[in-house]
């Protein structure tokens, strides 16, 4: 089991930048992926970034190409969404997920079997 806690969510204004930090604990060591996903009140959940945990390599859904990067601290467990240029259309809740293998392509919420409770993004204009 892996439990998961996302944090650095706040208000922020348009064009600037904000982290989002996602400490895992647990049973760390059997992820494949991590990703970070988003959703917006009255929208469908959408993916953000992901991370494949031994490659190092990234992807990003083409809404935040250019802006946001994700990353990670192997020592401390943890994945990270820097975003920059900031827009009011990024507010959200991100919620970052882990998931133990490759069943499905990593822009999928399928492919992750746990998740954290979220964190809100709000930028205003």
């Known amino acids: 089991q892996v439990q998961l806690v996302e944090s650095g969510g706040g208000l922020v204004q348009a064009g600037g930048s904000l982290r989002l930090s996602c400490a895992a604990s647990?049973?760390?060591?059997?992820?494949?992926?991590m990703g970070w996903f988003r959703q917006a009140p009255g929208k469908e959940r959408e993916f953000v970034a992901a991370l494949v945990w031994s490659s190092r390599v990234t992807y990003y859904g083409d809404s935040v190409k250019g802006r946001f990067t994700i990353s990670r601290d192997n020592a401390k467990n943890t994945v990270y969404l820097q975003m920059n240029s900031l827009k009011p259309e990024d507010t959200a809740v991100y919620y970052c997920g882990s998931g133990r293998y490759a069943t499905a392509s990593v822009r999928t919420e399928a492919e992750y079997d746990y998740w954290g409770l979220g964190t809100q993004v709000t930028v205003s204009s």
């Open positions: 647990g049973r760390t060591s059997s992820s494949y992926a």
